[in-house]
Nanobody, 119 residues
Framework: QLQASGGGLVQAGGSLRLSCAASGSIRSISTMGWYRQAPGKQRELVATVTIGGSTNYEDSVMGRFTISRDNAKNTVYLQMSSLKPEDTAVYYC???????????????WGQGTQVTVSS
């Protein structure tokens, strides 16, 4: 249902753009977001965006990361700039999706994409 792409290796101070596209029989998608999990740590929220475009960011990425979505393409993006080694993690996209014949929103997760920032 969710296919993430765009991870990779980048030097500190560099930029990357993650994308995550939802597919299938979709009636509506409410909140979409990005989470990350570094080795030995719990998964944490990075940023979310509502269907209306309201955004929320984890403090450490505010001002460096920008989340956006294209509702026509059922896709969420994460533009990451001024990357730091501590941003290194597997990044997961998340979306709350109501299927065509569904009656409620169900959370889905993408497969994860590795982001590695070298110092």
């Amino acid at each position: 249902q969710l296919q993430a792409s765009g991870g990779g290796l980048v030097q500190a101070g560099g930029s990357l753009r993650l994308s995550c596209a939802a597919s299938g029989s979709i009636r509506s998608i409410s909140t979409m977001g990005w989470y990350r999990q570094a080795p030995g740590k719990q998964r944490e929220l990075v940023a979310t965006v509502t269907i209306g475009g309201s955004t929320n960011y984890e403090d450490s990425v505010m001002g460096r990361f920008t989340i956006s979505r294209d509702n026509a393409k059922n896709t969420v993006y994460l533009q990451m700039s001024s990357l730091k080694p501590e941003d290194t993690a597997v990044y997961y996209c998340n979306a709350n999706i109501m299927s065509t014949f569904g009656m409620r929103y169900v959370p889905y997760w993408g497969q994860g994409t590795q982001v590695t920032v070298s110092s």
